[in-house]
């Protein structure tokens, strides 16, 4: 993928490790906006996360991922602009809280960056359910992937 929508330049380099799984969940119907690795460095800390777009029986499916494990989710009707507040999910010592996931994206957002691209996609996106998976753990990467991966692929 040469270009994201939401960066408007081709996805971060720490995509990469996620790239095999991002395919596969948006092709089984959950397509992605935000993702991102959990990870600790020095000074700074992520978790694990991704948020995006799906029909009503996928959301039934990545609900579930709360039942057996501490993954967080978060979901909201087609068109909603309130809800949660949302989780930090990327810290940096100097800068306190920089990237937040979990609120729903007002349908005039999601028309600004996707009219250019693909003019239909903000209609579909708009009448879509907007779901996030967060890892509440900083830095753990080993828990939300395969999960994602066997709840939205499975039948």
């Known amino acids: 993928m040469s270009w994201t929508p939401t960066h408007g330049q081709p996805p971060d380099e720490e995509t990469s490790g996620l790239a095999a799984c991002l395919a596969a969940v948006n092709r089984a119907g959950f ?10 460095g020095e000074g700074w800390k992520q978790r694990a996360c991704v948020s995006g777009y799906c029909a009503i029986d996928t959301v039934e499916r990545l609900r579930n991922l709360e039942i057996d494990s501490d993954l967080v989710v978060a979901v909201h009707r087609p068109g909603a602009v309130d809800g949660q507040l949302g989780w930090a999910v990327t810290y940096g010592d100097d800068e306190g809280a920089c990237t937040w996931d979990g609120m729903p994206s007002d349908p005039a957002s999601l028309i600004h960056w996707y009219r250019e691209p693909a003019p239909l996609m903000a209609e579909v996106l708009i009448g879509s359910w907007q779901v996030a998976v967060v890892d509440p753990r900083w830095g753990r990467n080993d828990l939300l992937w395969p999960r994602l991966l066997q709840a939205v692929t499975s039948p």
């Open 31 to 40: 397509v992605t906006e935000m993702s991102q690795p959990g990870e600790v």
